[in-house]
């Protein structure tokens, strides 16, 4: 599988990367035996980096794949994100973002535990918290860079006046941002700013959270233990619209005789922008993770990006921002 370098790291990531939060069980439920089969069946496949979190299922996600690692720790790049907090309540699960030096150190202990490890490859800040300096986050993430914790420091989910608070902050190689052909606003500035300062783009939900797979229609519906059905994504009043995006990019693909059909050109696409190093796919199972590989296919083609903006023409409103489960600030 193709690979490309992470920024200014020295990392080579395969194109596809195998995202985790399935893992947690806020994809509708989640066996953890599966999930330690779908990194299994990953790494088989030629993906040779995974990306998870502390806050997917509270640790449940890292301890899978650090089960993995025991025996093939040394085929994986690992990535993982600190920076929101949880706490059990009378009512359930409270959660809040929290970026301050002391609490990711505190967090990154955690996952390292979780996880087997001495030193993470990539430790990312999961989301910027607008009450805490970039400086006190930055400034302890480069103390446990410097202790051997840490190889190299990543930012997740950051707007263009966040990553320019950390850029002043301190050093880091990597933006995570959600990214498909839905969700383009951050061609207009966050990709541009880390092309111009080598910042490596790790895209996630390059499958539009599961309607670029092809598989969904107006009619479909979620668990209640699946955070997609509350997401506005799937249930305002453009659905419809964004449904029939990928009906007409299901003719494109099928057109361009593409193996992989509408899933493997969405990702294409997502790839086809130099800024990007890497998609990420999640995967309940080792048939979904082998799925996943898969898509790393052919380049887009110019004729294939040309349709799909006529495609996008067409439904402007399938294009609106929507909110992809954040956690609100904290208190």
């Known amino acids: 599988m193709e690979t490309r370098r992470l920024g200014a790291s020295d990392l080579d990531l395969t194109v ?3 995202g985790t939060w399935q893992f947690g069980g806020r994809w509708g439920g989640a066996d953890d035996s599966h999930s330690e089969a779908a990194c ?3 790494l088989d496949a030629g993906i040779n980096w995974v990306d998870t979190a502390d806050i997917y299922g509270q640790g449940r996600a890292e301890q899978v794949v650090g089960k993995v690692l025991r025996d093939r720790g040394d085929e994986v790049i ?47 800040v999961h989301w910027p918290v607008g009450d805490v300096p970039a400086d006190d986050t930055f ?10 914790k840490i190889r190299w420091i990543g930012v997740s989910n950051y707007h263009l006046a966040d990553l320019e608070a950390a850029h ?35 895209a996630y939900g390059p499958l539009a959270h599961g309607l670029l797979t092809g598989r969904m229609d107006e009619g479909t519906t979620f668990p209640a233990n699946d955070w997609r059905a509350q997401s506005e994504f799937f249930a305002d009043e453009h659905f419809a619209d964004r449904v029939a995006v ?18 493997e050109m969405a990702v294409a696409w997502v790839l086809r922008r130099p800024e990007v190093s890497s998609a990420i796919v999640g995967a309940h199972d080792a048939a979904q993770a082998r799925g996943a590989a898969a898509l790393a296919g052919a380049p887009l083609f110019a004729d294939e990006e040309a349709a799909i903006d006529a495609v996008l023409a067409d439904y402007p409103a399938a294009s609106r921002e929507y909110g992809h489960g954040e956690p609100p600030p904290r208190d």
Do not use: N
């Open 168 to 202: 002043a902050a301190g050093p880091f190689v990597s933006l995570q941002v959600g990214y498909h052909v839905m969700r383009r606003q951050l061609e207009a500035a966050e990709l541009p700013w880390c092309r111009e300062h080598g910042v490596g783009v790790l």
């Open 78 to 124: 690992v990535a993982t994100k600190g920076g929101v907090a949880w706490e059990v309540t009378g009512d359930g699960m409270r959660i809040w973002r929290e970026a301050s030096g002391a609490y990711l150190r505190m967090a990154l202990e955690r996952s390292l535990t979780a996880l087997g490890l001495d030193a993470v490859d990539l430790y990312q």
């Open 139 to 148: 400034a302890e993430l480069v103390k446990m860079r410097d202790e051997g």
């Open 16 to 18: 596809i990367g195998l």
């Open 246 to 263: 990928m009906r007409r990019m299901q003719q494109v693909a099928d057109e361009s005789g593409r193996p992989g059909g509408v899933a």
């Open 40 to 42: 299994h069946a990953a």
